[in-house]
């Protein structure tokens, strides 16, 4: 499905990964860790276009998406959620999503919103409220839920349970263990193993190198 060969990247003169390849299969649940500085997030950026210079061989269903912007890579099916979220905050909650509801995706609008709702109960209280006026762990399971409002095949997460409260790590693993049973294929960036006990595969990245798997 995801397929990365070879895969250097740049900020300026700083190179931040070093000859990556991995591959991502339909259906898998795929945990990185790796230390901070590691270039978690660096790859996750790479995949879905934004950030560093990039040189190396992304496919994706067969085709070569490295030269494509990332609009273009989110229309194909990647989703991505940042670790700092880039939610409207002035906005309510409600319409946070429901802007992404608008997008094209499977399904109605409507019906994007009502099964990310029926995910993510928690933010039925608070439609009304600014996102701005959300927890750190609300505001994530919030970009999440944006996210898949456009209904992602692959969703790239870079660190989702990063300093929130317990109540909602646990919430948040339900929730992308429930969408893994449905079939969204995922890859995220984690440090603190949340999700790596029911990893298909872990991989470790150290210094902007992958550790070979055994
Ligand atoms: P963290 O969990 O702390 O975010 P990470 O594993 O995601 O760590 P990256 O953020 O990808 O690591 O950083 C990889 C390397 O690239 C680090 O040396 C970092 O300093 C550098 N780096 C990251 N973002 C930038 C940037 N915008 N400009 C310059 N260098 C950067």
Redesign the pocket.
């Known amino acids: 499905m995801l397929a990365v060969a070879h895969l250097n990247a740049w900020?300026?003169p700083?190179q931040?990964l070093f000859d990556v390849s991995l591959q991502v299969g339909e259906g898998e649940l795929v945990v990185l860790q790796?230390?901070?500085?590691?270039?978690?997030?660096?790859?996750l950026q790479a995949l879905i276009g934004i950030?560093p210079q990039v040189q190396g061989d992304i496919t994706w269903d067969g085709q070569a998406i490295q030269a494509w912007p990332a609009h273009r890579r989110a229309q194909a099916g990647l989703g991505f959620v940042a670790?700092d979220r880039r939610l409207f905050t002035g906005l309510s909650v409600h319409d946070n999503l429901w802007i992404a509801a608008l997008a094209e995706g499977q399904g109605t609008p409507a019906e994007r919103y009502a099964r990310v709702m029926q995910l993510f109960p928690q933010l039925q209280p608070m439609l009304q409220r600014p996102a701005s006026q959300m927890s750190g762990g609300e505001q994530q399971m919030l970009a999440l839920a944006r996210t898949l409002m456009t209904g992602p095949r692959l969703l790239l997460l870079d660190?989702p349970c990063e300093g929130i409260a317990p109540v909602l790590v646990a919430a948040m693993r339900d929730a992308l263990l429930q969408l893994a049973r449905e079939g969204v294929t995922l890859l995220v960036?984690e440090?603190n193993n949340i999700l790596a006990d029911r990893a298909d595969r872990v991989l470790v990245?150290v210094s902007?190198r992958l550790v070979p798997q055994a």
């Open positions: 900020y300026g700083a931040a790796g230390l901070n500085g590691a270039g978690k997030s660096t790859l950030g670790e660190e960036a440090q990245l902007g």
